[in-house]
């Protein structure tokens, strides 16, 4: 074995494809509904929101996507990404596991979001929109989409929740930098915003309130539609450059993992790097061990319950069948904002119900834990919403240590912590708290789960 800490493809070796993990299931995930009538959505359902090549391959059975030419020309400022043998983490750990990590943080806006917001921009811009309205949490998305929108001479109006509006003006002057409006949610410009505010009129927000606020203006307007950054199966397919490019990373690394760890919010980070390991597993050529990680705080996958439920809080997007902690759940405002959302997208949930990947909570206090070890190792200080999956990392590669297994660990290092250091800065003092989700509190906000008849 080699030395090697970076793996790094050329340019030319950069995929061309992204690869669709629905053409290669044995069993098919429920479709989403219509929320009037709980029959299957079609097409023309959301055509005021999306443009129609993103539909289409919101449900195309192609196991490969060709990657349009003006989207490869934007993934070229930063893509290849590339992979990095953690081998100062094992040495500190002690640990004869070997630790890889694919870095997505090298993109403009720190994290994997431009892998989709650029072809959403790229399909919308060649369809005439003129404007994409969104929301968003930590501000990530928010970011991309305004870089994104900016590369493609679209509008971009940003629905950002609340809490993080107030506890990030860099976030939000990143995305004006870029010529993005950014409007704190819930709002006043929309009839959801306006709703929440009289009942509750400091409401911080959440990311189902920021979608519905979004989703209505781009349904009430004919020259601007809607994007959003994680959930669906068009988002995962975008991100699979991730994991494609990690597969020849690993050749180039004449090895091959047996676990796979990622944190899952919406679970488009995870599945991007995962689904085309996965496929190399359902075809017999590797058999790696999937992990979704999650915070206490929303354990989506290993707490919600899996079925129909809105992606928003005023229930106006398409029932999807997923995790979900219930459509009006407001998490505990933990730092790995990215995490915070109720629902887990339908795929990666309908590969949980399936056996195919497995998941498990963490408190964030020991996330922290995890990234502060990363960074005085690694250097690179990860955005708090991957933390989840080094703390996984650094659990497992301990049990290596116990046990003496050589086990050969792959984790999405999904961003970095530049404009999130305020969240460093509260666990370096002591103020980082457990926050697991109470049994009363899931329940509560359970019982708001639609009942299909
Ligand atoms: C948005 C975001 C997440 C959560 O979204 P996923 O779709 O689950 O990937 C995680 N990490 C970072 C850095 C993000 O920006």
Not at 70 to 84: A, C, G, Q, T
Not at 210 to 233: C, F, K, M, P, W
Not at 304 to 324: I, N, S, V
Not at 358 to 385: H, K, L, Y
Request: glycine share 8%; with cysteine; hydrophobic share 35%.
């Amino acid at each position: 074995m080699s030395g090697r800490t970076k793996y790094l493809l050329d340019e030319d070796s950069m995929p061309t494809q992204w690869y669709n993990l629905l053409a290669d299931l044995p069993v098919a995930p429920p479709p989403p509904l219509h929320p009037g009538t709980n029959e299957p959505i079609g097409p023309d359902d959301l055509a005021p929101l999306f443009p129609q090549a993103l539909i289409a391959q919101e449900v195309t059975e192609q196991r490969h996507v060709d990657i349009p030419g003006p989207v490869l020309d934007v993934y070229r400022l930063w893509r290849p990404s590339p992979l990095f043998r953690a081998r100062r983490l094992e040495r500190a750990l002690d640990t004869p596991a070997r630790i890889y990590y694919k870095y997505e943080g090298v993109s403009p806006v720190g994290s994997h979001k431009p892998n989709t917001s650029v072809p959403q921009a790229h399909y919308n811009a060649e369809d005439g929109v003129r404007r994409l309205t969104t929301e968003t949490g930590a501000g990530q998305w928010g970011s991309a989409l305004a870089f994104a929108c900016a590369s493609f001479g679209v509008d971009c109006e940003v629905w950002q929740v609340r809490a993080s509006y107030d506890q990030k003006p860099y976030r939000r002057l990143m995305m004006e930098t870029y010529g993005a409006d950014v409007h704190p949610s819930p709002s006043k410009e929309t009839a959801a915003g306006r709703a929440i505010l009289e009942e509750h009129p400091e409401s911080t927000g959440s990311l189902g309130i920021a979608i519905s606020e979004a989703v209505e203006q781009a349904a009430a307007d004919d020259t601007t539609r809607y994007a959003l950054g994680s959930v669906l199966n068009h988002v995962l397919l975008h991100q699979t450059v991730i994991g494609e490019e990690a597969l020849r990373q690993f050749d180039m690394a004449e090895d091959t993992p047996d676990l796979l760890v990622g944190c899952t919010g919406g679970g488009s980070n995870f599945g991007g790097l995962a689904f085309p390991f996965l496929r190399e597993k359902l075809a017999g050529r590797m058999s790696p061990v999937i992990r979704a990680v999650e915070p206490a705080a929303c354990p989506t996958l290993t707490r919600g319950r899996y079925t129909y439920d809105f992606g928003d809080t005023a229930g106006l997007t398409p029932l999807l069948k997923m995790h979900t902690l219930g459509h009006d759940f407001i998490p505990d405002p933990i730092h790995a904002g990215g995490l915070r959302y109720h629902g887990m997208s339908p795929l990666i949930s309908h590969l949980y119900e399936q056996g195919l990947i497995e998941a498990r909570e963490i408190a964030q206090q020991d996330c922290f834990a995890a990234g502060v070890r990363f960074a005085r190792t690694e250097g690179i200080i990860p955005a708090p919403e991957p933390t989840h999956a080094l703390a996984a990392c650094v659990e497992e590669a301990l049990r290596c240590r116990e046990s003496g297994e050589e086990k050969v660990i792959l984790t999405a290092l999904c961003g970095h912590a530049h404009l999130d250091l305020p969240a460093y800065g509260a666990y370096l003092s002591g103020a980082v708290r457990d926050n697991a989700l109470s049994e009363e509190d899931l329940a509560r906000s359970l019982a708001e789960v639609p009942h299909l008849g």
